[in-house]
């Protein structure tokens, strides 16, 4: 896979994977740099993109842990027409290490990638110890692509109309037992929400971010404000309003409503 004409490196690993996911899904991720500190967590800590474009994207990546201070430079170039790419680590530790991906379409529902770990200057002694490390660590770099790109294609999937008048209105019960219960995922209107209550006052909201469609149903909520886990993106549930200058905001969501004798319930 990897053209003969670099500099010299020696394949420590080649890591083959059906992921579970179209093709569209597969290219969609590789040009997502935003996700790598959200998603990946565990890996990276923070990204700044210096260019991004449809062959690509160069960002400086941090990785953990990061109180070491460690970053890295790393560029990702596609090539369209071979239907592969490749992750170069240009600066930092790792500098000059090459992964290339080769994807392979299956369908709607999956696609066979190859992955190639091409390191410098390695002792024959412990390429094979190198090779488990990157095969490991890739192992569980896609199974978290491969669930975020599952999620995407059914969130993006048409969903089947309801025969009649969808239902407005939910009622939730006493505010006492409600109280217990949160967070409380429910359904209304064909779409799923998620009750929450903030500084004493009940409040419902979309399950899904709209900027890719990200799950909300678990994101962390402080101070009244929601995170989306796949990007970081940030929303007062009070407003629906984006709070991190990204002029986005979130689906319209019921009313949460308590009347006089404090049966709550929800309505548009």
Known sequence: MRPKTLIPLTRVATYHRTVAASAERVWENVRDWEHLPWLHDSSFSSIECLESGEE??????????????REILL???????????V??????????TEIWTSV?????????????FWLPDVDPVSADALGRVYTELYSRLWDEDEGMMIRRAAELAPRPRSAGQPQR?????????????LPLLIELAG?????????????????RCPHRLGPLEDAAVEAGVVTC???GYRFDLRTGLSCDGRGL???RAPEVRVDERSQVSLSF
Do not use: M, N
């Not at 929450?196 to 979309?206: D, N, Q, S, T």
């Open 104 to 116: 392979e379409p299956g369908g709607d529902s999956h696609t066979k990638i190859r992955v190639e």
């Open 56 to 69: 690509g994207w160069r960002a400086r990546v941090g990785l953990h842990p990061s109180s070491a201070g």
């Open 169 to 181: 209105c939910l009622a939730l019960g006493p505010l006492e037992e409600l109280r217990a219960r």
């Open 229 to 231: 886990p796949w990007h």
């Open 191 to 207: 779409r799923r929400f998620r009750v929450v209550e903030v500084e004493g006052r009940l409040l419902a909201h979309p399950v």
């Open 75 to 85: 560029e990702l170039v596609i090539d369209a027409a071979a239907s592969r790419y």
């Open 87 to 96: 992750s170069r680590v240009v600066e930092g530790q790792g500098a000059r």
């Open 249 to 251: 905001r979130l689906d």
